[in-house]
């Protein structure tokens, strides 16, 4: 049992410590579900100082404060979420990599799926407009049968004389 | 009619947004500027000893309550632009309406008071800050960053980079001064 442990320990530290990012030894925790579950929220938080990486590859100095930071509310018994909050109250959910859903940030959420609805809505109008107008001409009225009756009449006498070229 | 006029709706997307990529050219706006969330939040809580080897009593919370406009600068004796704007620091001393802070960001105590003691001290008090943990929780990524605080000790206007007369026009504005 206590060597089945051992090598649950090992194989999980072998886990963590292969993407090392910029996570220096002794910001490491002693507790490995700890320590994994500081990583996996370190790679949502953004690092302020460059901006678009996660604290948990960034080399800046805040970024490491913040990764001890994260690492300390954990040990304190915070929730991940509660780690995030604590962090986006401070820095404001720009802090987040994953923007939260709320009323300000619906545009970014539900944005692309309106123009996307609205470009097929315009698309479906243009093509079922221009089949109406395919399968539905205007019959023609007494006075243009009339004409059209006299060209093709007139059309097929002069065709007869011609009759032995065919 | 009607139908014409669904002819424009391309055109005037275009227009929004060209005037937005056109907004984004010509405004003086930071895109790597970050709003801060402290804004109209009370000043958080803090107690700060002041740098080692210095007299005076340090900065904390209750220092900022007290009835008066506040600026609160973060500095430290490493950040270059700090430097460039130490001289309109110590011009601000000769105001009377305005009292100046300082927080000494994450800085060995002996480069800072050189430091001070070279460029001249602006502050009326300065509390050292020496893990960091007090720039956290006031939103700081960068220095020098200024926060403007007002009688009531609540934060009114957060400036990142090098704060000049211009700039505390601006935040002086919000509060009506």
Not at chain 2, 38 to 63: C, H, N, R, T, Y
Not at chain 2, 84 to 109: C, M, Q, S, W
Not at chain 2, 118 to 127: E, H, K, R, V
Request: net charge negative; glycine share 8%.
């Amino acid at each position: 049992m206590r060597a089945l442990l051992l090598a649950l320990a090992l194989a999980l530290a072998a886990i963590i410590a292969a993407p090392a990012g910029a996570v220096e030894p002794d910001e490491i925790l002693d507790d490995p579900v700890l320590e994994a579950r500081a990583r996996a929220l370190s790679q949502e938080i953004r690092c302020l100082v460059c901006q678009n990486e996660p604290i948990d590859s960034s080399g800046a100095d805040l970024a490491r404060d913040l990764r001890i930071l994260v690492r300390e509310r954990l040990v304190a018994g915070d929730s991940d979420d509660q780690v995030k909050d604590y962090l986006a109250a401070r820095f404001g959910d720009y802090v987040l990599l994953d923007p939260p859903m709320k009323l300000t940030t619906y545009a970014l959420w539900f944005g692309p799926a309106l123009i996307l609805l609205l470009g097929g809505f315009g698309v479906f109008r243009f093509f079922s407009g221009a089949r109406r107008a395919h399968v539905a001409p205007a019959p023609l009225s007494a006075e243009e049968r009339a004409r059209l009756e006299r060209l093709l009449d007139a059309e097929a006498e002069q065709d007869e004389p011609g009759a032995e070229n065919r | 009619m009607r139908r014409q006029l669904l002819y424009l709706i391309p055109a005037v997307i275009f227009g929004v947004i060209a005037g937005n990529f056109l907004w984004g050219l010509i405004s003086d706006r930071d895109p790597r500027e970050i709003p801060s969330v402290m804004i109209d939040q009370p000043v958080p809580e803090f107690d700060l000893e002041p740098i080692e080897g210095m007299a005076g009593p340090g900065l904390k919370s209750a220092d900022l309550t007290g009835g008066q406009v506040t600026l609160v600068n973060f500095f430290a004796s490493w950040c270059v632009p700090c430097r460039a704007e130490h001289p309109f620091l110590i011009e601000l001393t000769r105001r009377e309406d305005i009292r100046l802070v300082g927080i000494n960001y994450k800085n060995e105590p002996e480069e800072a008071r050189a430091w001070l003691a070279q460029l001249g001290n602006p502050y009326a008090a300065i509390g050292a800050d020496t893990t960091g943990r007090v720039g956290i929780d006031w939103g700081v990524y960068g220095l020098p960053e200024t926060f403007l605080i007002d009688a009531q000790g609540r934060i009114r206007y957060r400036h990142t980079g090098v704060i000049d007369a211009a700039a505390l026009n601006k935040a002086l504005q919000g509060i009506g001064k």
